[in-house]
């Protein structure tokens, strides 16, 4: 099996995947509903897709291909909209989140099709560990070596990305101590991690056919890495970030990926090594551990710095791309959000210290994500 081809797209249009958590509304526990909700939304009109995911306690929703932040937020909150009124209908709640803080990973139930089937069998027990929730965003590229260049480049913020989305301190009812603890169950699959370090089409079609003849993989879908390039579609996909508990924060980050594509595929800042990934796994748990507050050590100078303030001179340094691109609003919302230095991780923790209560949090995460 040959690697599909390139098929370019408009620089910087965008995509937005999100995966969600579906409980019920006794104890805020996961519950199995999802064939339930996909039977009530194949009725209603809405853009981008509404589909199943690996567990019966799951579901994930996208756009349609997006320009500028009101699209995706305009998008996000009419599929939103539809999956909230299907879960009144079955008396469920739907919430964001990376992970669910307390439900246990035996309990949950494969989604009946094929290809789900075939990767519980594939993976055993880590398939149903898997029920952990992720936001998606694809990038739109001009041709496939500035899809290379451009995952490359990206690959020095994936520590911004993760700190600025994380919402999975919680795991089986205990604090793990994470910003993102859901990556941790990610990095388990052995084909998690980074892409190989090829800035040329063809090498990557040469290595992509060395993974096939291996038997080891059959498509791109078989790479759960950081950022992978999807070829079909034109784009790259950046997939570390945990479900943001609002539809508005996922929009946001996401048009916040955008602005930073724009500036890495117009100025081409950065002669791009093997050696900028020396402190890519270091920059990467730190974000997961420490969130916003977590060091940052720059892959070409070495210097060091807190990842907040990171972020923060990069949104200076994107500004003019972000007004091309009519991202200003979504830049100043991350721009807030680093000020304050309280991403959904500090605000589940500060729910639950108030309350007391894993099941009362769940249940002001079903309340964020419908309003």
């Known amino acids: 099996m040959s690697l599909e081809e390139f098929i370019p797209s408009k620089p910087c249009t965008f995509g937005v995947e999100l995966e969600m958590q579906i409980v019920n509304r006794h104890d805020y526990d996961l519950t199995k509903a999802a064939s339930d909700v996909m039977r009530l939304v194949a009725k209603e009109t809405h853009p981008g897709e509404i589909k199943p995911e690996m567990t019966e306690s799951m579901i ?5 291909i997006c320009h500028h932040h009101s699209d995706a937020v305009t998008q996000l909150r009419r599929v939103r909209d539809v999956l909230v009124a299907a879960s009144e209908q079955l008396n469920v709640g739907l919430c964001g989140g990376g992970t669910h803080a307390f439900q246990r990973w035996s309990e949950r139930t494969i989604y009946d099709s094929p290809r789900f089937h075939f990767l519980s069998e594939l993976y055993g027990y880590l398939a149903k560990q898997f ?95 950081d950022i992978r390039p999807k070829p079909g579609f034109g784009t790259i996909e950046v997939r570390v970030m945990d479900t943001p508990l609002s539809v508005d924060r996922a929009a946001a980050i996401a048009c916040y990926i955008q602005s930073l594509a724009h500036y890495l595929l117009n100025e081409r800042p950065f002669d791009l090594s093997e050696d900028d990934y020396l ?70 923790r500060e729910i639950h210290a108030d309350a007391k209560s894993l099941n009362e949090m769940v249940r002001q995460q079903c309340l964020r994500w419908a309003a």
Not at 60 to 64: F, V, Y
């Open 60 to 64: 994930e929703l996208s756009t349609d």
């Open 279 to 348: 402190v890519y796994t270091f920059n990467r748990f730190e974000a997961c551990r420490f969130g916003l507050e977590g060091a940052y050590v720059d892959p070409q100078t070495g210097e060091r710095s807190m990842l907040g303030d990171h972020i923060a001179k990069t949104l200076e340094l994107i500004k003019p791309h972000a007004a091309v691109l009519e991202a200003e609003a979504a830049c100043e919302d991350i721009r807030q959000l680093v000020s304050s230095g309280k991403n959904d991780a500090v605000w589940l």
């Open 131 to 225: 029920t952990v929730f992720g936001q998606h965003v694809h990038i739109g590229c001009p041709d496939p070596d500035s899809a290379l260049y451009l995952l490359h480049a990206m690959s020095r913020y994936i520590p911004h990305f993760i700190a600025l989305s994380a919402s999975s301190p919680y795991v089986q009812g205990v604090d793990t101590g994470f910003h993102s603890a859901r990556l941790n169950s990610v990095f388990a699959f052995p084909l998690s991690g980074r892409a190989p370090f090829v800035l040329k089409w063809s090498d990557f079609e040469t290595y992509f056919d060395k993974m096939v003849k291996t038997g080891v993989v059959e498509s791109m879908k078989d790479f759960y890495w």
